[in-house]
């Protein structure tokens, strides 16, 4: 009888913080996410290109083939799902991400737990998930980074689980499966995410050796293969069932690695590249400081303590450096890559969580009532949502009128046309797909930013063919446009202290 109450209260416990994670999670999309119903539309190109891929997953298209875009197929394919909660806004992506930064937040609190009490735990969560969701690298909401913070985190607690409480024994074989998979999710999302679990088996590959077990190093390293392929095969099956499998390896694996980043380039070399992955680290470090200066502070505790083990020191370090070289060692930079790199921040807010015991023990030594602590929980996430709110650079936003924004002035004019195409040219999706709920009928459905005329001169032939019955254009447009179209509006848009203008044009009529 007491083992099924004591099973009980660890249950309640167990699901009591996970809906802490919950509330934290959507109280801060609520504010820092473009996402969130608080503002006039999410009208990041990005998120809107993957919203648009995944719709036309479940319109009967094949990515890379049909429609193309650089990224996974599980990004496409989680956007899908939000599509089909609602077809017209980004509110079924809001839902997408309040489930994953729950789930991340949860992961986060299983981390700290390693580390410090349960209540202490609860304390920071609300400060962890402020700082990385009000950070720069953030930005509008949406990005595939953020969609892979959950399986970064679990991957990351996974590690430092085992380091700390279970070697030297073997690493359990659900501890390599689990890890495995989570790799392949990565894979199939965004793969320069790979770095981590390339550390992350490798430290586990190098327990086995320390521990003179070369045959249990192959067999978890065969393991974890075997369960990263696992976890790819829903991915292969669709695109070898669609006789695709060839578009998916040009659209995701070739144009990434060949096209669109500098690595088959002759580039610098290789001091040359250290020192510019090494001030890149640094500029890094100063746009996402509220996350980093944890991060500096944790790795540098953990480094200096004698309470952790030589092999746990080298394992975060190991997983910082790989995590980092992955994301940037292609040449490419964007304020969002930085996000996954939070993760480490918490081993900055266990040592803070530490010393706040260790203060609350010697100078205080009571208990506080749950009443109490309840209320110190409240005025905590209270705090942490006005900090957000403050701090964000997306809230700014907040405050624009629906009526004033371009995208809902077009899509007046495009209902006016019973089923209608569009093609979005001089930029990525601009979000008039999105708002009008039209699946893009054409491969290059928008002007990616890749080093080949390919797009371009394919566009060129749409325009001169009259393929669809609108074009959204911004700032430039070839004058072959006029011969089958004819401008009906545009319209200012204003972004990081530049102009923009975009332009819609419909198909002339006699055509």
């Known amino acids: 009888m007491l083992k099924r109450v004591y099973s009980f209260k660890k249950n309640m416990s167990k699901y009591s913080a996970f809906l802490y994670c919950a509330v934290i999670a959507f109280l801060l999309l609520l504010i820092c996410s473009r996402s969130s119903f608080l503002y006039p539309y999410n009208d ?73 009490k349960k209540k202490t735990a609860f304390l920071l969560l609300p400060l962890f998930g402020m700082v990385t969701l009000s950070s720069y690298s953030f930005y509008w909401g949406g990005s595939a980074e953020e969609i892979c913070l959950p399986f970064y985190m679990w991957g990351f607690y996974l590690s430092l689980r085992y380091f700390k409480t279970e070697y030297p024994a073997p690493a359990k074989r659900s501890t390599i499966i689990t890890g495995g998979i989570l790799a392949g999710i990565i894979a199939m999302i965004k793969f320069t995410g790979l770095g981590f679990f390339f550390a992350w088996m490798m430290m586990i590959a190098f327990s086995f050796l320390l521990c003179k077990d070369v045959l249990g190093m192959l067999k978890s390293c065969f393991t974890f293969l075997a369960a990263m392929l696992f976890a790819c095969l829903p991915a292969l099956l669709y695109f070898a069932m669609n006789n695709a499998l060839y578009d998916m390896y040009w659209g995701y694996i070739y144009i990434n690695v060949f096209v669109y980043s500098d690595l088959n380039a002759e580039g610098p070399a290789f001091f040359e590249r250290i020192y510019n992955l090494s001030k890149l680290l640094y500029w890094t470090a100063i746009n996402n400081l509220r996350y980093f200066a944890f991060t500096v502070f944790g790795v540098t505790a953990m480094l200096c303590s004698r309470k952790h083990k030589w092999i746990e020191k080298i394992n975060l370090l190991s997983l910082c450096f790989f995590f980092f070289l992955g994301i940037y060692v292609g040449g490419s930079e964007l304020p969002y890559y930085a996000l996954p790199l939070c993760i480490f921040a918490l081993s900055g807010f266990a040592f803070i969580g530490q010393l706040v015991e260790k203060v609350w023990r010697r100078l205080i030594g009571f208990r506080l009532r749950p009443a109490y602590f309840s209320l110190i929980i409240a005025f905590n996430i209270t ?53 009008c709920g039209i699946v893009p009928s054409c491969r290059w459905f928008q002007t990616q930013t890749l080093r080949t005329d390919e797009v371009v001169n394919a566009q060129r032939q749409y325009i001169t063919e009259g393929r669809t019955d609108y074009i959204l254009a911004r700032d430039t447009y070839p004058d072959i446009i006029h011969d089958n179209y004819d401008l009906i509006a545009q319209a200012p848009y204003y972004w990081d202290g530049s102009e923009f203008i975009y332009y819609l044009f419909r198909k002339t009529l006699s055509h």
């Open 383 to 435: 705090i942490n949502i006005i900090f957000a709110y403050n701090l964000s650079m997306n809230t700014p936003i907040m405050h624009t009128e629906k009526e004033d924004h371009f995208l809902y002035q077009f899509q007046q004019l495009i209902a006016e046309t019973p089923d209608p195409t569009l093609l979005n040219i001089g930029c990525l999706d601009a979000g008039l797909y999105t708002v």
């Open 44 to 116: 990041w190109n990005d998120a809107n290109s993957y919203f648009s891929v995944g719709k036309a997953i479940f319109n009967g298209k094949v990515p890379y083939r049909d429609v193309f875009d650089q990224k996974g197929f599980y990004l496409y394919f989680l956007y899908g799902i939000a599509y089909l909660i609602s077809n017209t806004t980004f509110i079924g992506v809001l839902l997408l991400e309040a489930v994953l930064i729950t789930f991340f937040l949860f992961g986060a609190y299983r981390v700290l737990t390693l580390y410090v």
